[in-house]
C-alpha cells in the first residue's frame, strides 16, 4: 500500500559526511569515549543523547577538533570528513572549523554589531571583495538563520540586545556565514523558551537541506522532534544508533530503552 | 521490563490503565461464560443479566481511551511504553467487541428459550465458548506476563474454533433441510456459534497485540484460518 512509514524520517541522501572508526578519547588517565565507530551521513540531522558524562559531548567536539583547545586530551583512532583525515598533521583546524560550524549551548554573540557578528567569519576567511558583497553573505546567513526579518532594520544594534532565542539564532546565522558543511550544535536550546526552542527546530529542519547537522541534546522529545538518526551514548559507549523512529518505539538495546523511557538505566 | 521509572507516578499511570484491562478481560470472561450457560441451562435470568452487564464493559473500554489520550499527552511514552498504551487502547477495543458479541448471544438465547431445543446444540455451543473464554484468558495472562509464546499459542488455537464453526455450520444446516420448523432457532443458533467464532477472532487480535507488545514487531506470517464456509459450498 505504501512504501515507507508515513514517520519514517527519510534522509535526502546516504552520502556519508563523518565517519568515524575506532575513536577513543581520553582525558588525562580517563577514558571517556571508548572505540566509537559511526557514520554520519550528510544532508541529515543526527541527534546525540544520553546521560550527563556520556561522552556525546566530548564526541561531538572531536569533529571538529574542539578537544585539541585542552591540553590533557588525546583522540586515538580515525575520523574522516569527506574520506579526509581530519586529524591529519597537515590539516589546518581553523580552516576545519571553517568547514565544520559550532553552536554551543550558551547563546555568545560577540559584543558587536549584529552586522559585525555574521560578518567576522567571512572577512577573515576573505570571502568577501566588496562591501556589497559581504551585505549580501550578512543577508543570506540571516535568513538562513530565520531572523532577518527581526533585524534586518537595526543591523548596527547590538548582538547583545537582542532577545535569548534570537541570540541563538544570530549565532547559527553566524555559524552558517562561512558556509560550512556541517553544523554541530551543543544543547542549542537548553537557554531557550519553549518558542524560540520551536524556531530553532524548525530552523534546523531547513538547514538539513544544505547541511549535515549534529545535535546534542538532553531533551529526548527535541531528538525525537528534529533527528532523522539517533546516536545513544552511554559510559563512553555508542549503545544504539539507528532511525530516529525506531529507536523511540523499539529500541534494540535495553540500554536504550531504560534511557529514553526514563528508567534508572 | 523490571525496571521501575525514575518518576514514580509514572509507573502507577501505567500501572491503573493495565488493571482497567485487566478488570475488563474479567468481565468479558465472565460474560462468554455466563451466555453460553444460560442457553445450556435455559436460564432467562442470567441471560438478563448477561445483557445489562455489557454497559459496564462499554464504560470501562471509554475509561481506557481517556486515560491513555491523558498518558500520551501528559507523559510522552517512548519504545515498551508507548507499545504498552497503543496496545492497550486496542486490546480494550476488542474486548469491547467480545463484550457485545456475548451480549448478542445472551439476546439470542431469551429468543431461544421460547423454543424447542435443537438436540445437541447447545453443548457444541458451550465447548465453542469454553475455547474462546480460554484463548481470552491464556492471552490476558500471557499479557500481563509479557509472554509473548503464549500469545502466539493462544494466535494458532483459533484455528480449533473456525473448525467447531465450520461443524456447527453443517450441522445447522442439516437440521434445517430436515425440518423447515427449525429454521428460526436453527438461524439463531448459527448467529450464535458465528458470534463465538467472531470473538475468537478479536482473541487473536489481542494475543497479536501481546506479541506487539513484547517484540516490537506485529507477527508476519499467515496465521492458518480454517473458517471455509465464506469460499465454499458445504458438501451436506
Request: net charge negative.
Amino acid at each position: 500500500m505504501y512504501d515507507n512509514p508515513l514517520t519514517k524520517r527519510q534522509t535526502l541522501t546516504q552520502e556519508v559526511k563523518f565517519s568515524a572508526r575506532g575513536v577513543n578519547v581520553f582525558y588525562g588517565d580517563s577514558h571517556a569515549i571508548k572505540g566509537v565507530d559511526v557514520d554520519i551521513e550528510d544532508k541529515t540531522v543526527t541527534a546525540f543523547i544520553g546521560p550527563s558524562g556520556c561522552g556525546k559531548s566530548t564526541f561531538l567536539r572531536c569533529l571538529n577538533r574542539m578537544n585539541d583547545t585542552i591540553d590533557v586530551c588525546r583522540v586515538e583512532g580515525r575520523i574522516t570528513l569527506d574520506g579526509e583525515d581530519i586529524y591529519d598533521p597537515r590539516v589546518d583546524p581553523v580552516q576545519l572549523r571553517a568547514r565544520v560550524g559550532m553552536v554551543f549551548q550558551k547563546p555568545n554573540p560577540f559584543p558587536k554589531s549584529i552586522y559585525d557578528n555574521v560578518a567576522y567569519g567571512p572577512k577573515i576567511h576573505g570571502m568577501a571583495r566588496s562591501r556589497a558583497e559581504l551585505d549580501e553573505i550578512v543577508e543570506r546567513a540571516l535568513r538562513r538563520g530565520a531572523i532577518w526579518d527581526e533585524v534586518k532594520d537595526r543591523l548596527d544594534a547590538p548582538g547583545t540586545g537582542l532577545s535569548g532565542g534570537q541570540q541563538q539564532r544570530l549565532c547559527i546565522a553566524r555559524a552558517v556565514a562561512t558556509e560550512p558543511e556541517v553544523l554541530l550544535m551543543d544543547e542549542p536550546c537548553s537557554a531557550l523558551d519553549p518558542i524560540a526552542t520551536a524556531q530553532v527546530e524548525e530552523l534546523i529542519d531547513e538547514l538539513r537541506q544544505d547541511y549535515s547537522v549534529v545535535i546534542v541534546t538532553h531533551s529526548m522529545q527535541q531528538a525525537a522532534r528534529v533527528s532523522q538518526k539517533t546516536a545513544f551514548f552511554h559510559l563512553g559507549n555508542l549503545v544504539e544508533f539507528g532511525e530516529t523512529g525506531q529507536i523511540f518505539t523499539n529500541p534494540r538495546d535495553p540500554r536504550t530503552e531504560s534511557y529514553i523511557t526514563g528508567r534508572i538505566g | 521490563m523490571p525496571d521501575r521509572h525514575i518518576v514514580k507516578s509514572y509507573d502507577r499511570d501505567l500501572e491503573a490503565i493495565q488493571a482497567l484491562i485487566m478488570k475488563m478481560g474479567g468481565m468479558v470472561e465472565t460474560a462468554i461464560l455466563e451466555a453460553s450457560q444460560s442457553l445450556e441451562n435455559r436460564d432467562e435470568e442470567l441471560a438478563e443479566r448477561v445483557r445489562a452487564n455489557d454497559s459496564a464493559v462499554d464504560e470501562l473500554e471509554e475509561r481506557v481511551n481517556e486515560e491513555a489520550a491523558r498518558m500520551l499527552a501528559l507523559r510522552q511514552p517512548s519504545a515498551g511504553d508507548l507499545r504498552t498504551v497503543l496496545t492497550v487502547m486496542k486490546i480494550s477495543a476488542n474486548l469491547e467487541r467480545v463484550g457485545d458479541y456475548a451480549k448478542n448471544m445472551a439476546k439470542r438465547t431469551g429468543v431461544l428459550l421460547q423454543m424447542a431445543p435443537i438436540d445437541g446444540s447447545s453443548g457444541a455451543i458451550r465447548r465453542m465458548s469454553m475455547a474462546v473464554g480460554g484463548m481470552l484468558k491464556d492471552a490476558l495472562d500471557a499479557y500481563i506476563q509479557r509472554d509473548a509464546e503464549l500469545a502466539e499459542d493462544v494466535r494458532l488455537r483459533d484455528h480449533e474454533v473456525d473448525q467447531m464453526y465450520n461443524a456447527l455450520f453443517r450441522e445447522f444446516l442439516t437440521f434445517m433441510m430436515e425440518d423447515p420448523r427449525n429454521i428460526t432457532a436453527c438461524m439463531h443458533l448459527h448467529f450464535i456459534a458465528k458470534n463465538i467464532e467472531r470473538m475468537g477472532d478479536h482473541v487473536t487480535s489481542i494475543a497479536e497485540q501481546v506479541i506487539y507488545l513484547v517484540t516490537g514487531e506485529m507477527p508476519e506470517d499467515d496465521r492458518p484460518k480454517a473458517d471455509r464456509t465464506a469460499i465454499e459450498a458445504p458438501k451436506v
